[in-house]
Structures are given as structure tokens and as C-alpha cells.
């Protein structure tokens, strides 16, 4: 709903309603001035305004006229309807606001610190996309020193690190600990397998050969918390050799 719009309509409306008025109570206390008709652009206001009303409180806009009433009376429980629904609209997006539901906030700082670290002087100057790139290359070099692996790049390192497979020599692997006789743990080796893979690819990479990547502030932290992720399974896991 476009409360901006709803705002300036019923603004204008209550402002003709009050001149309106005006001119009603002054022909109800000078008996030589003339009982004023409804103006026009009144009338048509009134017909945009009710549905504008009941869109914010169903049925509040719908003031209907009693035949024992006055002009005075009738126009001022149209006013009172329209100030009821200036009031919604105004405050719509702060009460909206109050509302919703309190939700979790991720620290940056509470980032693992093998991606925090590196990406922080960067994130403080404003360089997202190097921020990003920079918590991934470390990230990587963490992983090939814990493997003591530096002949293959980090996409193929975490599918053959997290493998299923045994050690091979010169290839060992990453373990979680757990029982590994389960389909929980095997699920957890496979994951990790294809989310780091998966986290290289399409976020390190990215960053690294694209000139200019327009990341805005939440996309890059949800990059860097990803990789966050990865950090700490490649920490927690032992490294098992052939």
C-alpha cells in the first residue's frame, strides 16, 4: 500500500472538509449569510477518500447520512472517519515496524576469525568485494596447511578433502568426528564437500575475476558468513592420513 499516497490524499480532503465548516458555522450563527452547498471538488473528494479510509479500517469510511442530521454533523463524522485513517497511514510503516517480529542480528565480529580477520580493514574501507575475496583466499590457505596440500586449487582440495573415500597417500582427508557408520555423518562429510566446493566457486571466484561485483552490505556479510561456516568444519574436522 502506498501510504505516502494515502497521506497527501486525506490531507487535502480534511483541509476542504475544515473550510467546509467553516462556512457552515458561520451561516449558523449569522442568519443574513447563506447555508453554503456541498462543493464539488468536496463531493468528489469524499468518493476517493471513503475507499482510501476503508482500506485501512474496512467499513470505517463508510459514513452514511441521516436524514434528521445536518450538514455540520454529517461532514464532521466524514472528518473524524478521514483523521481516524490519516493517523493509520502516517504511522503505517513505524507500527509495521514495531510489529514484526524481533529477529537475530549476525555479529561480524563473531565471524570465524580465519575469514573476520583479513576481511575487516578491507569491510572498514568501504571494499566489500575485496573484504569477501580476502576472507576466502585466507580461508584457503588455511586449508592447505592443515592438509599440507598446495598442488591443487580449493575447489578440487574440499571435494577430495571431505571425500568419503579413504586417505590416499599424498591426499588425506578431513573427518568429522561421530560415528561413521551412520547416514547423518556420511551426510555431513558430503555436504561439506559440495558447500565448500560450492563457496569457492560461486563466491571467491567471483570476487576474484569480475572487475567491479555491486554487493550490497547484507550480501556480502551473508558471503562472508558462509565461508565462516566452512571455517569452522575445516577446524573441527582431524586430519586423516593414508
Known amino acids: 500500500m502506498d501510504h505516502g499516497f494515502a497521506v497527501r490524499k486525506l490531507t487535502d480532503f480534511l483541509a ?3 473550510g467546509y465548516l467553516d462556512e457552515v458555522e458561520l451561516a449558523s450563527k449569522d442568519v443574513g449569510v447563506e447555508w453554503p452547498d ?3 471538488e468536496l463531493v468528489v473528494g469524499e468518493a476517493v477518500v471513503r475507499q482510501i479510509v476503508n482500506a485501512y479500517s474496512p467499513g470505517l469510511g463508510d459514513v452514511v447520512r441521516d436524514e434528521t442530521e445536518n450538514d455540520f454533523t454529517y461532514w464532521n463524522r466524514v472528518r473524524t472517519a478521514a483523521a481516524q485513517a490519516l493517523g493509520m497511514a502516517s504511522s503505517a510503516e513505524e507500527i509495521a515496524a514495531f510489529l514484526r517480529p524481533t529477529s537475530p542480528v549476525i555479529a561480524a565480529g563473531s565471524l570465524h576469525p580465519w575469514v573476520w580477520e583479513p576481511a575487516a580493514p578491507l569491510w572498514g574501507a568501504g571494499a566489500r568485494q575485496d573484504a569477501v575475496l580476502a576472507g576466502a583466499r585466507t580461508l584457503n590457505r588455511r586449508l592447505q596447511q592443515k592438509l599440507d596440500r598446495h598442488d591443487i586449487g580449493e575447489t578440487d582440495l574440499c571435494m577430495q578433502a571431505f571425500d568419503l573415500k579413504e586417505a590416499q597417500p599424498g591426499k588425506p582427508r578431513l573427518r568429522f568426528s561421530g560415528d561413521r557408520a551412520t547416514a547423518t555423518w556420511r551426510a555431513q562429510q558430503e555436504g561439506a564437500k559440495y558447500f565448500g566446493a560450492g563457496a569457492f566457486l560461486a563466491i571467491r571466484n567471483v570476487a576474484a ?6 554487493w550490497s552490505q547484507q550480501a556480502a556479510l551473508e558471503h562472508l558468513a558462509a565461508l565462516s561456516v566452512l571455517a569452522r568444519w575445516i577446524e573441527e574436522c582431524t586430519k586423516e592420513q593414508a
Open 16 to 18: 476542504l472538509v475544515r
Open 38 to 40: 456541498w462543493p464539488q
Open 209 to 214: 575475476h569480475e572487475e567491479y561485483v555491486d
